[in-house]
């Protein structure tokens, strides 16, 4: 089994590359300027009285060098540009034929969540309970106004948009007990703000136990899960 790589592992790589390669290039440039201004500073008073007032002195670069130098930043450009839709796509599409979905609808003002277990649908509003390493493709679509949904940390986000389904996936962390934050990115109405809706990982054997044991065991245990992890919140400090 090919292993999948999370979303925000992806983006930080390519943020890794694009920071490497510009402090590649701004340290050759700043190298070559430090070099031109020692090489061509102007020396002493003989060289003084051999310059003329107003005159601008202009000296061309040796063509072999003007060429290795472009030769150089091109290379460094095109694998940026290669390295970024190769990584672009792949997010484009899920990477697992075994991912587990999960229905999304955003509405004016929160999320709507839907499970299919054996035909039924179980349905929660602003919570959303996933197991643990695994990928999750996530179905969106909104019933009134533009939406978009995502996670800052899995650094994700797609349109929800009114008669369109659009697909986005994550790979959950690989334990469980992390409650991540899912928003809406766009601004949709007074209440824009407050489309807040809980992501809650729980052990993967816990979940898909739940899961294959049919549409009420699911649903209680969806449930009690949600409902706990709103108990401690309002026992927290």
């Not at 592992?9 to 201004?37: D, E, N, P, Q, R």
């Not at 809650?200 to 979940?207: A, G, L, M, P, T």
Request: proline letters at 4%; one cysteine or more; a negative charge.
């Amino acid at each position: 089994m090919v292993e999948v790589l999370s979303t925000d592992a992806i983006w930080w790589s390519l943020f890794t590359m694009f920071t490497a390669a510009g402090l590649i290039l701004a340290g050759t440039v700043t190298l070559i300027f430090l070099y031109l201004i020692y090489r061509y500073r102007v020396k002493g008073s003989e060289d003084k009285d051999e310059l003329e007032p107003g005159r601008i002195y202009v000296e061309t670069p040796a063509k072999g060098s003007s060429r290795l130098l472009l030769v150089f930043t091109g290379i460094i450009v095109l694998s940026l540009i290669v390295a970024t839709f190769d990584e672009t796509i792949y997010l484009e599409r899920t990477p697992s034929e075994e991912a587990f979905v999960i229905w999304v609808t955003g509405f004016q003002f929160g999320w709507q969540f839907d499970y299919n277990v054996d035909g039924e649908t179980i349905t929660t509003i602003g919570a959303v309970v996933v197991p643990s390493d695994t990928v999750i493709e996530f179905k969106v679509t909104s019933r009134d106004v533009f939406h978009t949904f995502g996670f800052a940390e899995f650094k994700v986000k797609i349109d929800a948009l009114p008669g369109i389904v659009n697909s986005m996936w994550i790979k959950t962390p690989e334990e469980p007990g992390e409650v991540y934050k899912a928003y809406c990115y766009e601004l949709c109405g007074i209440g824009h703000s407050l489309m807040v809706a809980d992501m809650i990982v729980v052990d993967k054997n816990e979940f898909f136990q739940a899961y294959e044991a049919g549409p009420q065991e699911f649903r209680n245990f969806i449930n009690q899960v949600i409902s706990e992890y709103r108990a401690s919140l309002q026992g927290a400090p």
